[in-house]
């Protein structure tokens, strides 16, 4: 008797979302073949190295490392060991306009409780209401529900994970950040408000007027004990590697260089897609079902077919996304000043809008971490920028040029930049781009509001059948251990057969 074929599944994209899937997909017993058309697997969460350092492309940290977390479990479930990492403590230092002291958001929840009393008195109702959501969108979210929900399957594995205390985060459903300072009496107040737009722009990709309540409280609350955000020894590149590891280990394909140029279908079902090489060969390649590990502006671009019509028009309605400018320094070791954080952020004018280089996210290599040589370190610095000024502007190298001056004038403040830059480099949006395929190079996924917040989201699953979207436009968002928990979503749902 022949064996019975197992499905085929593509996997377009190996960002960590679609690393993840192929390799849980493939540990379960599936054929699966990943395509990227980068040079190297990792996404927005890759490396590249030059003249002795390693950079990090984009993602520079990491949530879900501690027993229980995302990544825990899903290196428990493929057998691999996680990378050798190291808590951030504190997970970030931000420093306001004029102010030489900063914020230290601290992983101790008391020095951290004892350090935002200090720097905002009169705001703990506020932190206390945003540790109580978290612990019990925490606790629900542990239970692996499925949100939004799109079947009578997903329905039942979200009622599955309610309590009674996730009910009391109901009355938060429609609330912001902005609408919970007003609510504790601290709308005026100007400072708080500027480190919480700061805060939740990393995270959400909106400032505190608009990001969703329920989603800030994890945002700010993840990175206490005992979860965190970690330093990964090496780089980035080291969570993607032991990916590929596993997919392989299990019989999975992954083909760089190959651009999925369409996926096809049929009366709205999915048959395969069509597939570029670098040598402009182009074929098709049959599959049963396709994970998508991409924007999902790049998705409805990819996929022709009446199913998406209504999913297509919400999409264009969808306020624009953010990009990133970011400055990549190799640096003698003597221009870190003395027990520097591992991140910081940096605010150079109240009156200026963070979103448009008036701000810079800033991750500094450790000692013997990996990423420099001996001496040496790495300052990887990012701003917020609108990407459609980077493809409508007259003079790309200039405007370039201009913003890398300005970068390195800004860090100078802080760094001993003067005669110890050993090397530097810039991307832009169209960098992002060029090197990730991603819609107008385009970071960070969708903005976390209200209306595409959690149930209001996109789902993991599309209108075409056996067609899925992992990675940061679905539940829970942007960071690999939100895009990693939308691939195991993903593989949940191929494995119920719905």
């Known amino acids: 008797m022949s064996a019975i074929p197992r499905d085929r599944i593509i996997v377009v994209g190996a960002g960590i979302g679609g690393l993840t899937a192929a390799a849980l997909l493939s540990q379960r017993g599936h054929s699966v073949l990943v395509l990227d058309q980068a040079l190297v697997p990792g996404g927005c969460a890759s490396t590249f190295k030059r003249q002795g350092f390693i950079f990090d492309v984009g993602a520079t940290q990491v949530a879900g490392l501690e027993p229980g977390g995302i990544h825990h479990r899903i290196f428990s479930e493929l057998e691999i060991d996680l990378p050798a990492a190291t808590p951030c403590d504190p997970a970030c230092a931000v420093y306001l306009p004029g102010e030489t002291e900063p914020i230290s958001v601290w992983r101790n929840p008391e020095q951290w409780q004892a350090e935002r009393q200090r720097q905002f008195p009169g705001s703990e109702p506020f932190w206390q209401m945003l540790a109580d959501l978290f612990r019990y969108s925490w606790a629900f979210q542990m239970r692996d529900p499925v949100l939004p929900p799109r079947n009578v399957w997903d329905l039942w594995q979200l009622t599955q994970a309610i309590r009674p205390n996730t009910l009391l985060t109901l009355p938060h459903t429609f609330s912001t950040v902005g609408d919970a300072l007003r609510g504790y009496g601290l709308g005026d107040d100007r400072r708080l408000r500027t480190f919480l737009d700061l805060q939740l722009k990393l995270y959400s990709q909106v400032n505190a007027e608009e990001t969703a309540l329920l989603y800030a409280a994890t945002a700010l609350g993840v990175s206490q004990d005992p979860h965190g955000l970690f330093h990964l020894q090496g780089s980035m590149q080291t969570l993607s590697d032991r990916l590929v590891s596993a997919l392989e280990r299990n019989g999975a394909t992954l083909l760089m260089r190959h651009t999925v140029e369409k996926i096809n279908t049929t009366s709205g079902r999915v048959i395969g897609v069509t597939v570029r090489n670098q040598k402009d060969e182009t074929w098709f390649e049959p599959a049963d079902r396709v994970v998508t590990n991409i924007t999902v502006q790049n998705l409805v671009e990819l996929v022709d077919d009446p199913a998406l019509k209504g999913y297509r028009r919400r999409v264009e309605k969808l306020p624009p996304s953010s990009g ?20 910081l952020q940096f605010l150079y004018d109240y009156e200026g ?22 001496g040496k370190a790495t300052i990887i610095a990012s701003s ?14 200039a405007m370039k040029q201009e913003y890398t001056k300005t970068a390195i004038a800004r860090l100078g403040q802080f760094f001993n930049l003067e005669g110890t830059i050993v090397y530097q480099e810039a991307a ?30 996109f789902a993991t699953r599309t209108p075409v059948k056996q067609l899925w979207l992992v990675g940061d436009s679905t539940h829970p968002g942007e960071g690999t251990a939100g895009v990693s928990y939308s691939a195991l979503t993903v593989v949940r749902q191929i494995e119920a057969g719905t």
């Open 324 to 343: 990133a400018f970011v400055i990549y320094l190799g640096v003698d070791r003597s221009a870190i000043p003395e027990n520097c954080p591992p991140h």
């Open 353 to 374: 809008a963070i979103a448009e280089n008036n701000s810079l996210f800033v991750s500094v290599s450790y000692p013997g971490d990996g990423r420099a040589p001996d």
């Open 428 to 457: 832009t949006p169209r960098t992002f781009q060029h090197f990730t395929g991603r819609d107008r190079g385009v970071v960070g996924g969708i903005g976390q509001r209200v209306p595409t917040f959690g149930p209001f989201g």
């Open 384 to 397: 917020f920028t609108d990407p459609c000024a980077w493809w409508q502007c007259g003079d790309y190298a």
